[in-house]
Nanobody
């Protein structure tokens, strides 16, 4: 059972940056995909960014709302996945969750709060 622990959330002004990190308790080398989701109050959880392994190549895809502002990265050696968030907007305020897909098994972290003030 892989455990995921997020860190790096906090309060930031609009236009600022944060870097979220997700540390896995075990190896993520075989994970088919790792990603970041977010859930704002009263809204459904949505995909923010995902990095998918296909053979030896990793492919990243992003929600339209964060393209050009957020960057996801994966470090198999450190068993971490990070999300660099730049040019933050108040609408980015949410709890951000790390996610890992191993075969058909999905693992979730507990989440980290990101609040962007206007």
């Amino acid at each position: 059972q892989v455990q995921l622990v997020e860190s790096g959330g906090g309060l930031v002004q609009a236009g600022g940056s944060l870097r979220l990190s997700c540390a896995a308790s075990g190896s993520i080398f075989s994970a088919n995909a790792m990603g970041w989701y977010r859930q704002a109050p009263g809204k459904e959880r949505e995909l923010v960014a995902r990095i998918t392994r296909r053979g030896i190549i990793n492919y990243a895809d992003y929600a339209d709302s964060v393209k050009g502002r957020f960057t996801i990265s994966r470090d198999n050696a450190k068993n971490t996945v990070s999300l660099q968030m730049n040019s933050l907007k108040p609408e980015d305020t949410a709890v951000y969750y790390c996610n890992a897909l191993f075969g058909e098994t999905i693992h979730w972290g507990q989440g980290t709060q990101v609040t962007v003030s206007s």
